[in-house]
């Protein structure tokens, strides 16, 4: 039995109640309602990124057994898609409920595998939960039109049909969520899916499933297959280019993202991809600057900065910008409570793998060795563990360093000051990334310009978390294609019917 590890104790007593009571907790893939290894047999192993131990091993599965879900998913798309509105609310909302009932569980997973502090843990079951009430209701809405016809005797009506089986690729940092926002809207369409969750992250989208399953969803809708690093290619190939894939949605990085959708071209496939982020963080001399730093903490420590919505690059007014470097650094002194995130208090856990890890610290060395300033943080904290990396506040920073430009993804916060609202327009815009924005200001008009001029797909003005199910989430430029959530979240997965009735007077 190897699936009991939790990283919750120290102590690791297989079979403990606490980990039957974890029957979440999933040592296998999900395929046609069945828990299923991988065809060959092969595992690999989910570890606990705050203290590297094992958690669970889960089928490393390949292109074969992805062809497989896909199969699958084609055979109940037959009868999912001709089932009613009513009935796919019906069960989307079962599907709320259970994971509303298992909070606690579902939170403790992803605290295991992602290393997020519980209580952030929980904040994203109820975040992710959003989206499948949200998707409950607008399954009841998926309207079609009837247009104005320019002949006499015929009628147009235009219907929106599921585009069939969906491939959903889903990243590591918010390992539950990504997947009910995307899984909600789809079947809400009529839509079945197979799931490729991170290699790193599988649990938590197998508890869903499991969860799903208690629910009422038929087999064969929701397929969850595991794999590896090694093995994500050739799984992503077949979700990506198999001729019965109508759309594949993404959340991850710029670079996959373009692989993806290169894959996706061959078989005109429709794409909804949410990509990276370098949002930037401007603070106007008018603001309530306290407000601002509350704001700051979110935008910037939220998931321990590895958010594509994660402020990246804050811009400070140089009327401000002593007060507020000032008042940021004394909140992360105060605020960021680094550990493990089972530990009372702790709210910034560890970065999910040695990879990420190394990338933020390689960013903030090669700043520091050109001239930037840590005022607080500025290095691995390795007396917690091999990737706590502590939270940061750089100052000096240039354009010829590589954090000026690149997604941190990281616990670092950039400050630079800026004098005009054109000048900080112009830096802010600079980038091929256009996610989201966050604007500090009093002035009506200045608020409604910068709404108007930065060019990101979402801009909140003076708040730091801009997330919910009711909003469009989604960027522009490399940040990614379509929107999730709100009622465009499900015409992602829908094509829109023109049927022409005619010959009505005969
Ligand atoms: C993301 O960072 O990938 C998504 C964050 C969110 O939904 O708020």
């Not at 057994?65 to 009868?79: G, I, K, L, P």
């Not at 815009?429 to 108007?452: C, E, H, I, P, W």
Request: aromatic share 8%.
């Amino acid at each position: 039995m190897n699936c009991l590890r939790l990283g919750i104790s120290k102590n690791f007593n297989y079979l403990t109640m606490e980990c039957r009571r974890l029957h979440l907790l999933k040592s296998q893939a999900y395929i046609n309602g069945e828990w299923v290894s991988a065809g060959n047999k092969a595992v690999f192993p989910v570890t606990n990124p705050a203290n590297d131990q094992l958690i669970v091993e889960v089928p490393d599965m390949d292109a074969t057994d992805a062809q497989n879900a896909v199969s699958v998913a084609t055979n109940a798309f037959q009868t999912w898609k001709d089932t009613t509105a009513k009935e796919r609310s019906y069960i989307l909302r079962k599907w709320f409920d259970m994971c509303q009932k298992n909070t606690d569980l579902l939170a403790e997973i992803i605290t295991a595998e992602s290393g997020k502090p519980l209580a952030e843990s929980k904040g994203e079951v109820a975040y992710g939960n959003s989206f499948l009430e949200w998707f409950a209701d607008t399954a009841r809405h998926i309207d079609g039109e009837v247009i104005q016809s320019p002949w006499p005797n015929k009628q147009i009506i235009l219907t929106r049909q599921p585009i069939g089986v969906v491939s959903i690729i889903t990243p590591w940092n918010f390992p539950f969520a990504m997947i009910t926002r995307k899984v909600g809207a789809l079947m809400a369409a009529g839509c079945t899916c197979v799931i490729k969750p991170s290699e790193d992250t599988p649990l938590s989208a197998l508890a869903a499933a499991e969860l799903a399953e208690k629910a009422g969803v038929p087999k064969g809708v929701i397929n969850v297959v595991t794999a590896s690093r090694k093995n994500a290619a050739a799984v992503g190939k077949v979700m990506c280019e198999h001729p019965n894939v109508g759309c594949i949605s993404f959340t991850g990085s710029t670079h996959v993202g373009k692989i993806l959708y290169g894959m996706a071209a061959s078989g005109i496939k429709r794409v909804s991809l949410e990509l990276g982020g370098n949002a930037p963080f401007i603070v106007f001399p008018s603001a309530d600057i306290e407000h601002a730093l509350d704001n700051a903490m979110l935008a910037k420590f939220r998931n321990n900065g590895q958010a594509c919505v994660g402020a990246n690059r804050f811009f400070i007014h140089e009327d401000v910008y002593d007060q507020f470097v000032e008042g940021f650094k004394k909140r992360i002194g105060q605020k960021c409570i680094l550990g493990p995130g089972t530990k009372e208090g702790v709210t910034c856990g560890p970065l999910i793998n040695k990879m990420q890890a190394d990338k933020v610290s390689n960013l903030v060395n090669d700043a520091v060795s050109k001239g930037a300033k840590p005022l607080i943080g500025g290095k691995f904290a390795t007396d917690i563990g091999s990737k706590f990396y502590e939270s940061t506040l750089l100052v000096d920073v240039k354009p010829e360093m590589n954090i000026y430009g690149e997604e941190i993804f990281g616990p670092v916060a950039v400050c630079l000051k800026f004098k005009t609202e054109d000048e900080v327009l112009k830096v802010a815009n600079s980038t091929r990334s256009g996610l989201a924005a966050y604007v500090f200001t009093k002035d009506l008009g200045q608020s409604f310009r910068m709404s108007r001029k930065l060019e990101f797909g979402m801009v909140a003005i003076n708040d730091g978390i801009l997330s919910a199910a009711e909003p469009a989430f989604g960027g522009i430029k490399e940040s990614g294609i379509g929107r999730e959530g709100s009622k465009h979240g499900v015409e992602e997965y829908t094509d829109i019917k023109y049927t022409l009735f005619s010959a009505l007077d005969k």
